[in-house]
């Protein structure tokens, strides 16, 4: 499957805004989140799959074709930081992403470019 990190984008900020202390975020069809509507079932099981095996959640697949995520992982929440905005979203988006640890070394380098107060 081509990696898409726009549908990464809108997993990380979908999890930040569903999960929590004691708050779990189950994931059964791409109609149970906004966010997530856009993209196929096998799509967004996928790419959860990536960012669970890249650290980015803390998660589980299950036999059912269900994805439970307990959480961002410290490095997600710092991940989802750099790239929330959408203006420097669009300027990480300019270079080439095929992977979540590409994504993570330009979200980097273009956040680390912008001015900060």
Avoid at 7 to 20: K, P, Y
Wanted: charged letters at 25%; a negative charge.
């Amino acid at each position: 499957m081509k990696f898409n990190p726009d549908c990464v984008r809108d997993i990380l900020l979908t999890a930040e805004e569903n999960t929590g202390y004691h708050k779990e975020m189950v994931y059964e069809s791409p109609g149970d989140f906004s966010l997530l509507s856009k993209y196929n079932h096998d799509e967004i099981m996928y790419h959860l799959s990536q960012c669970k095996d890249s650290g980015l959640i803390d998660g589980i697949e299950n036999i059912w074709g269900e994805f439970k995520i307990n959480d961002l992982t410290p490095l997600g929440h710092d991940v989802i930081a750099k790239i929330r905005e959408d203006k420097t979203w669009k300027k990480i988006l300019k270079g080439t992403i095929s992977s979540i640890p590409t994504l993570i070394t330009i979200a980097a380098e273009v956040y680390s470019a912008l001015p900060h107060n």
